[in-house]
């Protein structure tokens, strides 16, 4: 049975695996009714409202709880006394220690660590401390405004009044933070693949790859990214000269990722309806 015939999950005309090497910005992607993760995670913050809403009750319903610890108090006492812990109960467990997964964690974090130290994965992470700091430099002049009740996001910058130039500078800031550490991730997680793919040729026989899909998620970032800096440079004329080595670094990642997965641009996003 596939994942999404799950009876438990919402039903809908889904787009299987769509948010596998999506971006996750759901609030700007076009696809939220086809897609399952969507749907899913909606029904959960409705939960976590139901549940904040409980939590409420509970607080005002003290002497009810009270009552319930009362009795989980009595529990305890009579599993203490009747019901001993016997050592063994818990053995199953003992196959964590067991050498295979030893040998698999190994192996994991040797690849992870392969991964995470190739030039693209350093350069990935140079970028995003350099978009940290630069954006730490300028927070005097180049201001964040979040309201965290209405979800807002705006930006102001000293010397510009003009509310269109605002609006597109807030978008840009926006596309650049969303994508700051994704792109770093989904390199590395699209070299881990890479090197299990060649491991094992045979894993991602009748799928698309994996290293292709989370490459072409991280070259999207990048793409994504460069646009959006390039915009910045348009507008705050007075900083090219610290705008231009980020750009720069952004085009090398995304020449380095077509050489290193020449076949992230044919991976098809979403995937085809058979
Ligand atoms: S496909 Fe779209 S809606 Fe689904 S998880 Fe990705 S970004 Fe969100």
Redesign the pocket.
């Known amino acids: 049975m596939r994942f999404d015939d799950d009876p438990k999950i919402p039903e809908g005309d889904y787009i299987p695996g769509?948010?596998n090497y999506?971006?996750?910005?759901?609030e700007?992607?076009?696809?939220?009714d086809?897609?399952m993760?969507?749907e899913m995670?909606k029904e959960i913050k409705m939960e976590i409202e139901k549940e904040k809403k409980r939590e409420k009750s509970m607080e005002e319903n003290k002497d009810f709880w009270d009552q319930v610890n009362k009795t989980i108090e009595e529990a305890a006492e009579l599993i203490d006394e009747e019901i001993p812990l016997v050592k063994d109960d818990f053995s199953s467990f003992d196959d964590w220690d067991d050498e295979d997964a030893h040998e698999a964690m190994r192996e994991y974090k040797e690849k992870h660590k392969k991964a995470r130290n190739q030039p693209l994965s350093k350069v990935a992470r140079k970028y995003e401390k350099t978009v940290h700091q630069w954006f730490k430099d300028r927070k005097e002049t180049l201001k964040q405004h979040y309201d965290p009740e209405t979800k807002d996001f705006n930006i102001s910058y000293t010397g510009i009044a003009d509310e269109a130039v605002l609006k597109q500078l807030t978008e840009s800031v926006e596309v650049i933070l969303w994508y700051e550490f994704q792109i770093e991730i989904k390199t590395q997680r699209a070299f881990s693949s890479l090197f299990e793919e060649k491991e094992d040729p045979g894993l991602w026989k009748d799928f698309p790859k994996d290293s292709d899909g989370s490459a072409r998620v991280a070259s999207m970032g990048i793409d994504s990214s460069i646009g959006a800096w390039n915009y910045l440079n348009n507008k705050l004329t007075s900083e090219k000269e610290t705008i231009k080595p980020i750009i720069r670094m952004l085009l090398w990642m995304k020449m380095e990722i077509e050489k290193e997965f020449p076949g992230a641009k044919d991976f098809v996003w979403?995937p085809k309806l058979d």
């Open positions: 769509i948010y999506c971006n996750r910005w759901c700007r992607c076009m696809y939220t086809r897609c993760t969507f995670e979403p």
